[in-house]
């Protein structure tokens, strides 16, 4: 793998950009303090790098279930009978593939993966887990912890 250099100005444009990816490249320039044409540059050079994965809009699931009825959110702990990695493998790709997954983790130790999941209520968490974890033969264990409040939620990596 190749080495990225980063320097402070840098820095600070990856941090703003987790605060506020929307904003124009000028207020990003002015913020940092730089030109424009630099700023610009420099962002397309840390997407290029991939430090920079892609931008999303951050949804407000509570504000959503009041029109859509998206009103359930679980972390779910699943451990698999076989852990060779093909096997590890077959199983991240499934669940991962399945939009109701919204983060995947392969873990150790303890159970094998951890997934936060949501679903629009308890039926359609049933209709998940047949789907993802009943089906599967290779699936030993699941274990499920509904949320009940989201206190704090973020994909923000500290920079400091």
């Not at 959503?64 to 852990?83: M, N, Y």
């Not at 593939?97 to 997934?115: I, T």
């Not at 030993?140 to 704090?152: Q, T, Y």
């Amino acid at each position: 793998m190749k080495s990225i250099s980063l320097d402070a100005i840098d820095l600070k444009l990856l941090d703003a950009l987790q605060n506020d990816a929307s904003q124009t490249n000028q207020r990003l320039a002015a913020e940092v303090g730089i030109s424009p044409p630099t700023c610009l540059r420099r962002v397309q050079r840390l997407r290029q790098e991939g430090l920079i994965e892609r931008q999303v809009a951050l949804l407000s699931p509570d504000r959503l279930a009041t029109v859509l009825g998206h009103g359930l959110q679980a972390v779910v702990e699943i451990s698999l009978d076989r852990q060779d990695a093909a096997a590890l493998d077959a199983f991240e790709a499934r669940v991962i593939a399945d939009d109701a997954v919204q983060q995947c983790w392969r873990v150790s130790p303890g159970p094998d993966f951890v997934l936060v999941v949501v679903a629009r209520d308890m039926p359609g968490y049933g209709a998940l887990t047949q789907r993802l974890f009943t089906a599967d033969a290779n699936v030993r264990n699941v274990k499920a912890f509904f949320s009940l409040k989201r206190a704090k939620f973020g994909a923000r990596v500290p920079l400091g």
